[in-house]
């Protein structure tokens, strides 16, 4: 059973920092594309950061935390990470850790494209 299970959330001030992980079991993370969703309320689940397979050398943001977001991966230890540094009171919601079912190069960035999901962990920031 494959299973996704974030972390790291939490209430943090503006200009702060958090670090999610994404503990995965019964998958090995880099067997395929990964990235992090997140979901305001009210708002259509939207991309946020991705990381490719095997190695990880492609890494692609979207604009809104470009510079101020990190997607990493530990291949040894089977996580992944979203370092979120700067943070914004926009960047408040629910971020998801998502895998994609098979392999291969690229990065995808639509939400349809992934098929493995973790439940959710909460990101507050307050102005």
């Known amino acids: 059973q494959v299973q996704l299970v974030e972390s790291g959330g939490g209430l943090v001030q503006a200009g702060g920092s958090l670090r999610l992980s994404c503990q995965a079991s019964?998958?090995?993370?880099?067997?395929?594309?990964m990235a992090w969703f997140r979901q305001a309320p009210d708002k259509e689940r939207e991309f946020v950061a991705g990381i490719s397979w095997r190695s990880g050398d492609n890494k692609y943001y979207a604009e809104s935390v470009k510079g101020r977001f990190t997607i990493s991966r530990d291949n040894a230890q089977n996580i992944g990470y979203l370092q979120m540094n700067s943070l914004k009171p926009e960047d408040t919601a629910v971020y998801h850790c998502?895998?994609?079912?098979?392999?291969?190069?690229?990065?995808?960035?639509?939400?349809?494209?992934?098929?493995?999901w973790g439940q959710g962990t909460q990101v507050t920031v307050s102005s």
């Open positions: 019964g998958r090995t993370l880099s067997s395929s594309p």
């Open positions: 998502a895998s994609r079912y098979s392999g291969g190069p690229g990065i995808y960035t639509a939400a349809k494209d992934y098929y493995y």
